[in-house]
């Protein structure tokens, strides 16, 4: 099957260095195009994440907090895709529990932390999914606030795909590890700004960012809830 790529570390694509072109990219998620939460999934594709559990359809909305994946229901239906290279077949994946929401209402494909599968026809997802949707804004109450986790990419504060590593620009990760526990398992774009001179090297994008590597940081809250980075350092997988 042809992965519908949703978010892979270390990924080249939309998020990585377009000077320095892709190395080998994660492990890739489901699914295509744009969620019904209006963030576009990482990666392009032409096929929308569709899943056919016990005579319902379900829909692929993209979280920016993880969530956390209960005990198996069983097996869904994907359906067969033709994003160009020709037509697949359908397959049958895992699919699990949501923690403290029905499965009639929402699922999570198994071992996937990027997306929820929404039953088709609910237009207002109940607060357990809805709260999944929006990643923390940065309190500074909790200042200094420390992150780490997979390094997921980085763009030019201008929404243009960085290119000479001179801030200012911004870095996604996945929050594995923090200082305050309300920012783990967020998805998170940070600032680095433009006064910490030049923080990150080529060799970090190809020895951390292009092989699924980590990042940490320290950083600080900024306008509306943003986060700035005060200090960063990228290592490579272990």
């Known amino acids: 099957m042809k992965v519908r790529t949703a978010i892979a570390l270390g990924l080249c694509g939309l998020l ?25 999934l990482v990666g392009a594709a032409s096929c929308t994440l569709v899943v056919r559990y016990q ?27 033709d994003d160009g290279g020709g037509p697949e077949p359908d397959e049958e994946i895992e699919l699990a529990e949501i923690a403290g929401v029905s499965p009639e209402v929402a699922l999570v494909w198994a071992g ?14 109940p607060p357990e999914v809805a709260e999944l949707l929006r990643a923390p804004t940065c309190d500074p109450r909790d200042e200094p ?17 960085e290119l000479d590593l001179a801030p200012p620009y911004d870095l996604d990760l996945f929050v594995e590890a923090s200082s305050v526990p309300r920012y783990e398992r967020a998805f ?51």
Not at 28 to 35: D, K, L, V
Not at 146 to 160: K, Q, R, T, V, Y
């Open 188 to 238: 998170l774009t940070v600032r680095v700004p433009a006064s910490l001179g030049r923080p990150l090297t080529r060799a970090d994008i190809e020895s951390s960012l292009w092989e699924g590597g980590t990042i940490s940081l320290r950083v600080g809250c900024g306008d509306q809830g943003t986060y700035l980075v005060e200090h960063v350092t990228a290592d490579p997988p272990r």
């Open 16 to 40: 990585a260095l377009a000077l320095f072109g892709c190395g080998e990219s994660g492990s890739s998620g489901p699914t295509a195009g744009e969620s019904k939460s209006g963030a576009p």
């Open 112 to 125: 996937q932390t990027d997306t929820v599968l929404l039953r088709e026809g609910i237009e207002q997802p």
């Open 145 to 161: 606030i420390e992150l780490s986790g997979p390094w997921l990419g980085m763009l030019g504060a201008d929404g243009n795909t």
């Open 55 to 81: 005579g319902s359809l379900y829909e692929g909305w993209t979280v920016r907090v993880a969530p956390v994946e209960g005990g198996s229901v069983g097996t869904g239906v994907l359906p067969g895709c």
